[in-house]
C-alpha cells in the first residue's frame, strides 16, 4: 500500500498503482464511460473511491496522473460533470490530510 510504505516498497508500491490505472485505461478505451457513453454503476463504483485520492496518491508516488494515466483523469472530469457526482466526493487536499495522519501512526513518515 502505497501511503503505509516508504524507501523501495513505496517504489514497487507506486509502479503496482500505475500499473493498475494503466489497465482501467485499457478497460475504458475510447468509451466515454466504462459501461460505453452512458455513465452508469461502474463508474460510480470506481469513481467515489478512487477520484478522491488521486491526488494523494501523486503526491506520495510522486507521480502525475496527466502524464501516467490521461485517460483515466479525463474520465474522472466527465464524471465529475455531474452533478451528483461533483457533490459526493470528498476535497482530495482533504483526503490527503488524511493520508498523512494515517502514515505517521503508521510509522511511514
Not at 14 to 21: P, R, S
Amino acid at each position: 500500500m502505497l501511503w503505509a510504505s516508504k524507501g523501495e516498497r513505496k517504489e514497487a508500491s507506486t509502479k503496482e498503482l500505475i500499473e493498475c490505472f494503466k489497465t482501467l485505461e485499457g478497460e475504458l478505451g475510447d468509451k466515454a464511460y466504462f459501461g460505453g457513453e452512458s455513465f452508469g454503476y461502474v463508474d460510480v463504483a470506481l469513481l467515489i473511491p478512487f477520484y478522491s485520492m488521486f491526488y494523494a496518491f501523486e503526491k506520495l508516488g510522486n507521480f502525475s496522473m496527466a502524464v501516467e494515466s490521461p485517460k483515466l483523469l479525463e474520465w474522472a472530469q466527465r464524471c465529475l460533470q455531474k452533478e451528483s457526482v461533483a457533490k459526493s466526493l470528498c476535497e482530495p487536499s482533504k483526503v490527503y490530510e488524511v493520508v498523512l495522519e494515517i502514515r505517521k501512526k503508521l510509522g511511514a513518515e
